[in-house]
């Protein structure tokens, strides 16, 4: 499962017994014939690593996908943006920023014929 927000902070504190129950509600709650609790389950705490502390760009409240748009544009014809923030549809994936870098680099292609 993929968590943000609140629930991602509780993760990052709580024990992996209780992560386990709050992902057996949550398929409790959708599906029939859930499997018991698994052997082990591994949880990553992103929010916790000193490292990393969770942080990646996302689309806030209000969010206009003009100002994704802004920033896919070519600057003097030369200069492309990429990466995970360039991307509308998969913000804050690895995917959203690979996808990005290869739009990037068709616009800069494009923009040498
Ligand atoms: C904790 C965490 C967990 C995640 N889990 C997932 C997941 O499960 N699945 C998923 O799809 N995505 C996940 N993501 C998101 C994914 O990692 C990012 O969306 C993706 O790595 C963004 O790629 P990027 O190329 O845009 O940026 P980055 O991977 O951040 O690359 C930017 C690069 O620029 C370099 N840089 C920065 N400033 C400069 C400078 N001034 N000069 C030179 N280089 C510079 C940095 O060192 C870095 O190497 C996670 C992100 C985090 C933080």
Same mark, same amino acid.
């Given at each position: ?17 209780? &992560? ?22 591994? &949880? ?20 206009? &996908? ?27 994936? &690895? ?19």
């Amino acid at each position: 499962m993929l968590l943000g927000g609140a629930p991602s902070e509780y993760i990052d504190h709580a024990t992996d017994s209780d &992560v386990w129950h709050l992902i057996y509600d949550s398929l409790n709650a959708n599906f029939t014939d859930i499997l018991t609790q698994p052997k082990h389950i591994l &949880v990553t705490r992103w929010g916790a690593d000193p490292f990393s502390r969770g942080s990646f760009s996302f689309p806030q409240p209000h969010h206009q &996908v003009k100002w994704v748009q802004a920033l896919q544009q070519l600057i003097d014809h030369r200069l492309g943006f990429a990466g995970e923030h360039c991307n509308a549809q998969y913000a804050g994936t &690895v995917h959203g920023a690979y996808l990005s870098g290869i739009e990037a680099a068709q616009n800069i292609l494009a923009s040498l014929d």
